[in-house]
């Protein structure tokens, strides 16, 4: 009797496992056909109208252009001692060397049948992606029907498995949409060897990764058209169902291009917005060069040694101009914390918070030949910290996001940018009173410390700024 309730035991989970594969098939192909429907009528729309809309832009952050040269205090203030008294004694940040852990090398899966193989090198790295043959594509006379041609051809194929492949290399560097951008293009211009259908192709493996990108083209130029989490600068956009829609292109920039014609609907499911914050250590590491930075502070000379990776900086190169707070709030490399950091670390222990932050400012200061992005790239360009140490001059921003992260990274003090007219400077909230110039933040003092001015002390504004309007940029 036992024997026999097995054997019936068995028989029914073999019907019920049976009937469940034919379930999960049918499911299956009914979202095939499905997902094949969004296709078509995603097509059909493509084949329909296109609006020209006239490109706008927003040229720079700033109402007038930075001052071309910086004052300086003659003689260094030096500390009253009951200022130094009254300040506490800095609480320093754990800070535990990190680890500098390259990309892992993503194995050569078995090829797949009708599949080509694209190698490219991306910043030092050496990429490897399978992509279907079907997706090769001879893109003719521009338009809007060339533009649904390229969509049928390609959503006909077996994207699934390249992008796989994509969303997997760009996480095991742990790239940012920036960086996701960058690889998807780059990709793009190896299997076509043409910017239009390397933007048409970045536009299509976007759209599938659910992001709300469009193209739009004018005359011979096809463009890749995006929603933002944020703003960008020196770049045309234009504003579509209530939306601003930047273009992207691989240096970053975008000039003035008059008209484009684009498609006003979307695909389903394409809602999410780029956002090119660093929230986690680009692992772009395979270029690591070494430099010393020397300042002088009352009257004795400092050597810091520091690291970046050339690769990474190579990558920022091509960065779009972004609100300041994706510069703010970046996660820098491991190189960078386990020289500079550590580096500056020895002279500020032991030191009141006022007497360590006036440290870091004239480190800041002093380390650093100031230029204008003008005058030194022809163009106004945002420095994240590794550039700083890499370029020969940097500006104002360059040298407020340099000293936030210092303080950010070995004070444990509060710190927000203070943005002038034409000026950019950061102002710290101490434990205790400090004198000189200040102001209350959300019940907390905040006291000027100008990264720029030099041989400037926590307190002292610019005198050009002394009684200037700033806005208050809060950082993360």
């Given amino acids: 009797m036992f024997k026999k309730s097995i054997l019936f035991l068995s028989l029914i989970s073999i019907l019920t496992a049976s009937s469940y594969e034919e379930w999960l098939k ?108 079907k997706i ?32 997997k290399q760009s996480s095991n560097l742990s790239l940012n949409d920036w960086g996701k951008y960058q690889l998807i293009y780059k990709l793009g211009l190896k299997i076509y060897d043409n910017p239009n259908s390397a933007n048409l192709f970045t536009w299509f493996v976007l759209v599938k990764n659910n992001f709300d990108t469009k193209v739009g083209y004018s005359k011979n130029n096809i463009y890749l058209l995006s929603t933002m989490k944020h703003s960008l600068y020196q770049i045309a956009f234009f504003n579509l169902n209530k939306k601003k829609y930047y273009i992207l292109t691989p240096n970053g920039r975008v000039g003035k291009i008059g008209n484009v014609y684009t498609y006003s ?60 707070n994706i510069y703010f709030s970046t996660k820098n ?60 001059y940097s500006d104002c921003e360059d040298r407020s996001i340099m000293f936030s992260y210092l303080v950010k990274s070995l004070l444990n003090l509060d710190v927000v940018g203070v943005k002038y007219q034409d000026h950019l400077a950061t102002a710290v909230a101490f434990s205790s009173n400090i004198s000189g110039d200040g102001f209350v933040y959300k019940n907390k003092k905040y006291t000027i410390s100008d990264p720029t001015y030099i041989n400037a002390n926590s307190g002292m504004t610019m005198p050009t700024y002394k009684n200037s309007k700033f806005k208050i940029i809060a950082l993360k």
């Fill in 26 to 133: 049918s499911q299956n192909s009914e979202y095939s056909t499905y997902k094949k429907s969004m296709d078509e009528e995603f097509s059909d729309m493509l084949k329909k109208d296109w609006e020209a809309f006239k490109a706008m832009s927003t040229p720079s952050p700033y109402i007038k252009p930075k001052p071309t040269d910086i004052p300086a205090v003659k003689e260094e203030v030096v500390l009253p001692k009951k200022e130094i008294i009254d300040s506490p004694k800095i609480k320093f940040k754990p800070i535990i060397k990190e680890k500098v852990i390259p990309a892992k090398v993503i194995p050569v899966v078995k090829k797949y049948h009708n599949f080509k193989t694209a190698n490219f090198d991306f910043y030092g790295e050496n990429i490897s992606i399978q992509y279907d043959k």
């Fill in 136 to 167: 090769s594509f001879n893109l003719g006379k521009i338009n809007k029907t060339i533009i649904s041609k390229y969509w049928d051809k390609v959503s006909n194929s077996d994207f699934k498995k390249l992008i796989s492949q994509i969303n």
């Fill in 265 to 324: 609907g979307d695909y389903p499911k394409a809602k999410k917005q780029l956002s090119f914050e660093i929230k986690k250590d680009i692992k772009l590491y395979q270029n690591i060069k070494q430099k010393k930075l020397s300042f002088k502070y009352n009257n004795k000379t400092y050597d810091i040694n520091t690291q970046y990776s050339q690769e990474l900086v190579n990558f920022y190169k091509s960065f779009p101009q972004s609100d300041y």
């Fill in 333 to 392: 490399s491991p190189s960078l914390s386990n020289s500079l950091v550590k580096s500056l670390q020895p002279y500020i222990v032991g030191k009141s918070e006022i007497e360590a932050v006036n440290f870091l400012l004239r480190f800041t200061q002093k380390s650093f030949a100031y230029k204008t992005d003008q005058k030194q790239f022809d163009y106004e360009k945002v420095m994240f910290p590794e550039e700083t140490i890499y370029y020969p």
